[in-house]
């Protein structure tokens, strides 16, 4: 029954979140919905993970991020009702620590994004304020229960819905039928239909195996899925850029084997770290050139860049499955070429142990005899 002033919004990766913020957004700035809140800021963790080690002060943060808000005065924020939308808690590289007592209540203080935050999130700070979070589920929690005071959840597609999707994106009827039928015999396909991109990723594969000369079984599991879409994105920039030479698939595959393996490991590397989003340093890391990245064949639909503010660059992948598809591959390329160095990490074998060697191959022939 108390006022609802936070809200946190869950959902998995890729069902709809920052749709959903931005429907909400456009709605207000259109006059259609919620005329009680005077004025809406976006923010999204991408763009605050640039500024994470600088001093602002919640006004300036503010000017610089909404240049036309540059007008707006401490005076005026004190006394409208503004709503502060931060998208994509799961994107954060901020320290969120609420246990820290730096008390910020003036919007003209200057501190870390990180305090601002918290003390935004706690009231202490525009107390006026409305805020309302993104986040996937795993990420949730970096947000204190009693900071909240309502949580939803974004759902994605009903089975009804996933249908209508299929039926919407292509105009031939007969192909939107098959596909629906064929998603239907996946039970795995089928439940990962609710997630809008997974829909857009089996399109784009299905579609292409029905409306070309490509033989073989239709995929039925996660796994030949993403190999199917892996490989149609790579098809397609070679076509785009070969002038329709041909090239056989094992000459592409190796063509485009070490962009792959570097791609593998940018995903593996931060998966382990909890990053979805990378930057440029994140990518030289890897030993992985920007150009070099996207103009690879397998970078066509799988791994994006967008500008964000001060005209930096942000990159990520285009779904977190396809993250974690690419690092199960990095994976798999350091079992099968002996990569023991990357092995012990990943399985924590102490290097001083003289059994060590023998453990990661007797692992490694595990692996291929049961697959």
């Not at 007797?362 to 005899?369: C, G, L, P």
């Amino acid at each position: 029954q108390k006022h609802i002033r936070v809200v946190l919004t869950n959902g998995v990766a890729g069902v709809g979140k920052t749709f959903s913020v931005q429907k909400f957004t456009l709605d207000w700035a259109e006059d259609l919905e919620n005329q009680d809140v005077s004025l809406l800021v976006l923010l999204s963790f991408r763009e605050l993970n640039l500024i994470k080690d600088e001093q602002y002060s919640l006004l300036t943060l503010l000017h610089v991020f909404h240049p036309t808000l540059q007008k707006v005065t401490a005076e005026q924020l004190a006394v409208c009702k503004p709503l502060f939308i931060f998208d994509g808690l799961d994107e954060s590289r901020l320290s969120l620590d609420f246990n820290n007592r730096e008390v910020v209540s003036d919007v003209t203080q200057k501190s870390s994004v990180n305090v601002l935050l918290t003390n935004l999130i706690k009231g202490n700070l525009l107390p006026s304020a409305l805020v309302w979070i993104t986040s996937r589920p795993a990420a949730a929690n970096q947000i204190p229960p009693p900071c909240v005071d309502r949580v939803t959840e974004v759902r994605g597609f009903t089975d009804v819905q996933k249908e209508e999707y299929f039926r919407r994106r292509f105009s031939d009827e007969e192909l939107s039928s098959r596909i629906i039928s064929h998603i239907k015999t996946s039970r795995s396909l089928h439940i990962m239909c609710h997630i809008p991109v997974f829909c857009w990723i089996t399109a784009t594969v299905l579609e292409h195996m029905l409306t070309t000369e490509q033989r073989g079984e239709l995929p039925k599991t996660l796994t030949d899925m993403y190999s199917h879409f892996l490989l149609v994105q790579t098809k397609r920039k070679k076509n785009k850029y070969d002038e329709g030479h041909e090239t056989s698939p094992q000459e592409l595959r190796e063509a485009d084997r070490e962009v792959l393996v570097k791609l593998g490991r940018l995903a593996f590397e931060h998966l382990e770290k909890g990053n979805i989003m990378f930057y440029q340093e994140d990518l030289e890391q890897c030993g992985l050139d920007v150009t070099e990245a996207l103009d690879s064949g397998v970078c066509t639909e799988i791994f994006k860049r967008e500008s964000v503010i001060f005209q930096k660059t942000v990159y990520c992948f285009v779904h977190l499955s396809i993250q974690e598809f690419l690092a199960a591959v990095y994976m798999f390329h350091c079992y099968t070429n002996r990569n023991t160095e990357v092995l012990k990490d990943f399985l924590k074998v102490d290097d001083d142990d003289d059994d060590d060697d023998s453990f990661i191959d007797d692992d490694i022939n595990f692996y291929r005899t049961s697959n």
